[in-house]
């Protein structure tokens, strides 16, 4: 939001408010889109599974994703970076979200469905290291799309997945080798893991992996900002240039979403119930997740941007990393890979609903005096006191 000064609701009018009835076509059927895109994808793929050979030789999943990112990035005022990397109350939550709930809700959720101790649930170790590969990944890309729709602080999107993905770097493959081998082993279901020694996942793999999927949108982003600003001035670049690049996100989208799911429409079809079954863990991790981190971030009095930033951050995946990792690990053809593609088919219907449920909070809640994280851009008109409380 860059604009708190009046009420928003079914009859404001506002473009930026959410309420469905301002939004162009694109944007108001974009569910009608996204659905329509998935069937075009498995259909695609299966009665042309030719066409997977070239999405994978000329990466046009990686190039969607790339674009959708980019017009989220270059919205970004840069500048207030700082002021966001200083709201140590807002970055600490984002941490125990990310690095602690997240990765434990993935594995409960993975031993309650796939260990095949809780009846009436079958053993699945296979989908159980899916889950883990995909809960261990935190998100750097979809994330950014979700919080735009949604009129989340694109400055806090940014801000929070370059932090994380720092994180990320690091601790990737020691979060594998701790959820998937030792805590397994500690609480006494060797059999997730029999056969499996140790992970070999290395820091070069998630570095270049972040390195692409977000290095690359977010140089675009920055270079796009300055230059724009410099040689056209602010007012030109947020009136025109960024109208004008903002649907390159959704098409992107569309065309990841259907070129992504035409590389599985074989197994799509070939496995439903086993997708269903990997999706009901996943679907609760999303909803629960997001649901969990807004309602932290609305409890240390954050207001609805920097909220809604924080909640689609910790509830989304960085499945790109994950599928990466698996493929690497066990082959393209390993039922843990299947899982964590899966993945990303159950979180783009997923976190698109849970933007619509943002929105609902958006106008459900009263956001007055919400102001922990708030930046220039988003105080309100009668009040531009810097925040002092975090």
């Known amino acids: 939001m860059s604009d708190l000064d009046h009420d928003h609701g079914p009859d404001c009018g506002c473009p930026d408010c959410g309420d469905p009835r301002s939004m162009d076509f694109l944007d108001k059927y974009l569910t009608v889109w996204i659905f329509l895109a998935m069937g075009l994808g498995v259909g695609l793929g299966y009665v042309a599974p030719g066409v997977v050979d070239p999405i994978q030789e000329y990466h046009l999943v990686e190039i969607g994703l790339i674009a959708m990112m980019y017009p989220p990035l270059a919205k970004v005022n840069y500048g207030q970076l700082p002021r966001v990397f ?27 469905f796939f260990s095949g101790l809780v009846p009436p649930f079958p053993a699945h170790p296979e989908y159980f290291l899916g889950l883990i590969f995909i809960g261990m990944a935190r998100c750097i890309a979809m994330v950014l799309v979700w919080n735009d729709l949604a009129d989340g602080s694109s400055e806090y999107a940014a801000g929070l997945v370059a932090f994380n993905s720092v994180f990320q770097i690091i601790t990737y493959g020691v979060y594998i080798a701790f959820f998937a081998l030792y805590l397994p082993q500690l609480l006494g279901m ?4 029999a056969g499996i020694d140790a992970f070999d996942i290395t820091i070069g793999q998630v570095f270049w992996a972040i390195a692409i999927f977000l290095g690359i949108p977010f140089a675009g982003g920055i270079l796009t900002r300055f230059g724009g600003v410099r040689a056209r001035g602010e007012e030109w670049y947020e009136e025109k240039f960024v109208p004008t690049i903002s649907p390159v996100t959704l098409i992107a989208l569309l065309f990841t979403v259907i070129v992504m799911f035409a590389t599985q429409g074989d197994n799509i079809l070939a496995r439903p119930l ?35 930033a924080i909640g689609f951050t910790a509830a989304s995946n960085n499945f790109e990393l994950a599928i990466a990792v698996a493929v690497a690990i066990f082959g393209v053809a390993h039922p843990t890979a299947f ?5 990303p088919l159950i979180e783009v219907p997923v976190l698109l609903a849970l933007v619509y449920v943002a929105i609902y909070f958006q106008e459900r809640f009263d956001w007055a005096g919400y102001e922990t994280g708030q930046l220039e851009s988003t105080k309100p008109a009668d009040d531009v006191t810097p925040s002092t409380d975090d």
């Open 86 to 112: 200083s709201k140590w109350r807002v970055l600490s939550l984002s941490l125990i979200q990310n690095w602690l709930i997240g990765p434990t809700l993935m594995f409960v959720l993975a031993v309650i």
């Open 190 to 193: 060797d059999a997730l893991v």
């Open 274 to 308: 086993d997708v269903v079954w990997i999706a009901i863990p996943l679907t609760i991790y999303f909803v629960v997740m997001f649901l969990v981190s807004f309602g932290m971030g609305r409890g240390i009095g954050a207001d609805y941007s920097t909220t809604t």
């Open 339 to 343: 899982a964590t593609v899966v993945g």
